[in-house]
């Protein structure tokens, strides 16, 4: 083979990160990447499976077979995800590859997801369930649009944390001063959107400088690699413990002679905890009733937490259905039919317009829906709202006001990724046309 | 498992809890779901986890078994074991039934991977299933780790890897045409890893070929063939006996086994994660007919 993976900075200090045998229980962070085309999402994530040694030889052999077949100078990593006939052939990422590793501190899950503006339904795909998203920038050509539609993107989607990946460090001479004017211009982008938290951190993903193991070739950066900085990053207080939000996906009945007059309703509890003795408000109905038991197939348990899928009943006998929601009697989500939300328009065969009739889903309900308003398209560049605009287009983000033919039991999305977001289904094609983050309910 | 101080799962407690919705989704949502049982370990542990998502009721929907044929019989002997004890309705799409009334013919190579999509598409049009649950996983091929959990087809089981549709969050979309269905993949983040610890803590049977056996093999492209009655030596092969387990189980005239000592559950998980080579790599045949082998049976209809 003549063809080699460029050797890492530090190749002999290579963390030994293999996936061992589960020796305490680990904790799972999803990240996905984002960026424009050629800015090196996909060889970050090859050099972070090769670097920790995630990566099989048979599947390295096929990549390096390919790479020299095509004459490439070097192993293009960006293979590993590029899984695609028409990705491999174009040298483009279509559609979201799933990866995953794991080091002793972590199990990941990685969502490498495509730059080209015309795929941005796919890297929204890849984002919605992402605890952390790498943002990548061309170290030559510092922020383009795509690289600010993404970060927009990530804030819209409330990514809890962000990680701008400067890279190709190594086509800038490993220059600081280009790193603090990208990371200066970032940062004060960042500012006017709603970053939770956000990390820099100067890479080159061809040579592995900063991915896995901190680089010698750029001793003025002070912070962690990435891996350290991914497998540290504090998640466990992003998730809402405090709103109990459990909406009902299945009625449990079972139709058994040995088991009678059972009846518990199953789902994946989306906020707050659960436990037995908790007084409950069943919602869009309203009435009230004690928890008497939280169970999952191997028992009983004192209580259910996100992302837990369990069985909650209740003392009393009240009518529950799917689509029903379970959470506090002084803490309830809206029931509501007028929706403001924040849509991503996804269909390139119909925009989005006012008067448009539509079918949704939010939590476990469905519903339809009427666009009564389209308040502005914004602009992800400026952050401008043109309020003159009267649909959205493939790709295009704007305010929008529904109506629903019955309430949803809706938060705002900010407050509750669950209970917050809804689809937005076109009733003749089935597709899946529209990302709905809600505003505000009433 | 859980911690409840710190209200923490395990990534394993993560993967269960989103398996089990994903069930309950197609449960409550599709017409007719049905779900692919093979007798293979990703198989049996979706079994496991639809017992667990409808507790305690019984698995509210049948399982299909596409039989190639070329069958291992310590795989059918557990498939009907765990049926009967189960409760189950099974259905076989049976590959020499088509073969005998010629809806499919075999192909030149002997192989029956390709001709066992008409078979389950045949099945899946008879019985109006509108929903089909695999056990595939995103991290066995590269074609596999580009497919959403619910997984549209067209009417002619098609699946269209440029325009999938989106899939925000867990709001997964299954509407569809008559006709149309979705393919559902429950264990779409599991790794083979996560798979292995699953079946040491639930402690779930497994049929024996997965653990060290002693067994007549012949090694053809670096990989280990039983010989039985689906599989002839070619001349020039030698034959021998050796150690050896299945770490897939597909249909026995193209699947392979790997030389191991792992006769236990723990000694096989210490084995998989220190293993350099993927499981298909390791064990498929039919895999490694072209660069985007998997892709194009996907696109046929395949699983
Ligand atoms: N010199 C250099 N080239 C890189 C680096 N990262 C990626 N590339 C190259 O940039 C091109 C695009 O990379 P790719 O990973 O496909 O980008 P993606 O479109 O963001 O996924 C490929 O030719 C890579 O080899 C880097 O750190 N340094
Ligand atoms: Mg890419």
């Known amino acids: ?442 | 498992m859980t911690t409840p101080a710190a209200y923490q799962v395990s990534h394993l407690d993560a993967l269960e809890a989103e398996s089990i919705f994903v069930m309950r989704e197609v449960v409550a949502e599709m017409e007719r779901p049905v779900m692919l049982f093979s007798g293979g370990k990703d198989s049996i542990v979706m079994l496991r986890l639809a017992q667990k998502a409808f507790a305690p009721a019984n698995v509210p929907f049948p399982v299909m078994h596409v039989d190639t044929g070329h069958n291992f019989p310590e795989v059918l002997e557990y498939r009907d074991q765990r049926v009967a004890e189960l409760g189950l309705q099974l259905v076989v799409a049976s590959v020499p039934e088509a073969l005998a009334s010629g809806m499919v013919r075999e192909s030149g190579d002997g192989m029956r991977n390709r001709i066992q999509t008409p078979v389950l598409l045949d099945a899946v049009e008879k019985h109006r299933f509108d929903a089909l649950f695999g056990g595939a996983r995103r991290d066995e091929e590269k074609a596999r780790a580009k497919e959403r959990v619910f997984s549209f087809r067209d009417e002619f089981g098609q699946w269209d890897p440029k325009n999938q549709r989106p899939e925000l969050w867990s709001l997964y979309n299954g509407r569809h045409h008559p006709g149309e269905s979705i393919r559902v993949f429950p264990l779409s983040n599991w790794t083979e890893l996560d798979v292995w610890h699953y079946i040491a803590r639930e402690r779930i049977p497994l049929p024996s070929i997965y653990y060290a056996h002693e067994r007549e093999v012949i090694e053809r492209d670096g990989m280990f063939y039983a010989v039985n009655e689906f599989f002839r030596p070619r001349a020039g092969e030698e034959r021998f006996k050796a150690q050896v387990r299945y770490r897939t189980v597909g249909d026995a005239s193209c699947t392979a086994a790997v030389r191991s000592d792992a006769d236990t559950v723990e000694k096989v998980i210490e084995e998989v994660a220190a293993t350099r080579i993927t499981e298909r790599g390791a064990t498929r045949g039919d895999d490694r007919v072209s660069e985007a082998a998997m892709e194009d049976r996907k696109r046929e209809g395949y699983f």
């Open chain 1, 1 to 442: 083979m003549s063809t080699e993976i460029v050797a890492s900075a530090n190749a002999e200090a290579r963390a030994v990160t293999g996936a061992g045998p589960e020796a305490r229980p680990m904790d799972l962070l999803r990240f996905a990447t984002a960026g424009s085309v050629d800015d090196g999402k996909s060889t970050l994530i090859g050099r972070l499976l090769y670097d920790t040694k995630s990566l099989f030889t048979d599947q390295l052999a096929a990549v390096e077979a390919v790479s020299a077949a095509r004459g490439d100078e070097y192993t293009n990593l960006a293979l590993l995800t590029d899984g695609l006939r028409a990705e491999r052939e174009q040298g483009i990422t279509i559609d979201v590859a799933y990866r995953y590793f794991a080091t002793p501190r972590r199990k990941f899950i990685i969502a490498d997801t495509p730059g080209h503006i015309q795929y941005t339904r796919n890297m929204v795909t890849g984002a919605s369930t992402a605890d952390l998203a790498l943002i990548l920038v061309d170290a030559r050509k510092g922020l383009v649009e795509q690289s600010r539609r993404h970060a927009f993107l990530c804030s819209l989607l409330r990514v809890p944390h962000l990680v701008l990946c400067v890279n190709k460090m190594d086509l800038v001479d490993w220059s600081q001063e280009v790193y603090e004017r990208i990371a200066d211009e970032f940062t004060a982008f960042a500012a006017k959107l709603d970053v939770p938290d956000l990390t820099v951190v100067p890479v080159s993903a061809l040579r592995g400088d900063n991915i896995v193991t901190r680089s010698d070739n750029m001793p003025w950066y002070e912070g962690p690699s990435l891996l350290h900085h991914l497998e540290r990053v504090h998640i466990a207080s992003d998730r809402n413990l405090v709103d109990v939000r459990f909406p009902v996906q299945y009625v449990i009945r079972p139709q058994s002679t040995t088991v009678t007059d059972y009846r518990g309703y199953a789902g994946q509890v989306a906020s707050g905890v659960l436990k037995p003795g908790d007084e409950v408000m069943v919602l869009p109905s309203g009435f009230t009733s004690r928890i008497a038991a939280v169970e999952t197939a191997d028992g009983p348990v004192p209580e259910a937490f996100p992302p837990m899928s369990v069985t909650v009943r209740l003392a009393d006998e009240i009518d529950i259905s799917r689509g029903d929601l379970i959470c506090r009697p002084n803490n309830a989500p809206a029931v509501a039919q007028d929706i403001e939300a924040m849509v991503c328009w996804m269909d390139e065969t119909a925009p989005l317009r006012v008067g448009g009739r539509y079918a949704i889903k939010h939590t476990t309900r469905s519903a339809r829906a009427i666009v009564r308003g389209l308040h502005y398209r914004l602009d992800i560049n400026s952050l401008h709202r043109d309020e003159s605009a009267d649909e959205l287009r493939l790709n295009e983000i704007g305010r929008v006001r529904l109506r629903t033919t019955v309430p949803l039991l809706a938060d705002e999305y900010r407050r509750n990724r669950t209970t917050g977001g809804f689809v937005i289904i076109d009733e003749a094609t089935n597709r899946t046309v529209g990302a709905a983050m809600i505003v505000e309910a009433s």
